[in-house]
């Protein structure tokens, strides 16, 4: 069974603090996605990779940052967290070459900054 | 630029009727893929069905249907005996043929109640 994992389902973070958000695939997918969802405007691109090491900038990627070390893992960075990133956060993965891979989700992580 | 267009923020069903859920879709690619998510309260996104662009017959997948047509953009899903369990947001989505690493790009969801 496929299997996207998040490190936290819930998170509370103060302004200014610097947060670690991390996704795990077991499927060894080579792409891997980052994105935000808000009410009113669906999901949007923060971050992906289609290789370890490597990252390309989504729709919205200002005031976070990506890291890909490893293929199974993509974690997601707010260097300093700001009340206007509290958002669902989701990652996603999905096999690299074909029009009909299917990106499957984690849980998403629900991040609160006070 | 691809754009995703789910015109309905949100639609009411009685239980066991079919109800069809709105999308259209801009691109000017010929290659493209196009997806719907449900998303139940939970919180987790579920595949549930894809199209791709030279497919010639419409998707189905057990009580969920994709009614494609090309020339008018448009990919709608239905989903036929509704039940209760089928209140969730429902997202359609997009990807760009080539390589596969094209990220997907959502429409901004239908919330479907379904009423017993």
């Known amino acids: 069974d496929v299997k996207v994992t998040q490190s936290s389902r819930y998170l509370v973070k103060r302004t200014g603090e610097k947060v670690f958000l991390e996704c795990v695939q077991d499927m060894d997918h080579e792409n891997m996605f980052w994105y935000r969802q808000d009410p009113g405007l669906g999901l949007r691109l923060i971050y992906f990779?289609?290789?370890?090491?490597?990252?390309e900038k989504g729709d919205i990627p200002e005031g976070y940052s990506v890291s890909r070390e490893k293929k199974e893992r993509f974690s997601l960075i707010l260097e300093s967290a700001s009340t206007n990133q509290t958002s669902m956060y989701l990652c996603?993965?999905?096999?690299?070459?074909?029009?009909?891979?299917?990106?499957?989700f984690g849980p998403g992580t629900r991040l609160t900054v006070l | 630029a691809q754009k995703i267009t789910q015109t309905q923020p949100g639609m009411f069903v009685q239980e066991k009727e079919a109800v069809t859920l709105d999308c259209t879709y801009d691109t000017s690619d010929q290659s493209y893929g196009l997806f719907w998510y449900k998303q139940p309260s939970s919180g987790e996104m579920i595949f549930l069905i894809y199209q791709g662009s030279y497919d010639e017959q419409n998707a189905t997948e057990g009580r969920y249907s994709l009614n494609f047509q090309k020339a008018r953009k448009s990919a709608n899903l239905v989903i036929s005996a509704s039940q209760l369990g089928d209140s969730a947001m429902y997202f359609c989505a997009m990807t760009l043929g080539g390589t596969g690493n094209t990220p997907l790009v959502f429409g901004k969801g239908t919330r479907l109640s379904v009423i017993a």
């Open positions: 996603a993965s999905s096999s690299q070459g074909q029009l009909t891979d299917t990106q499957y």
């Open positions: 990779s289609y290789d370890v090491k490597m990252k």
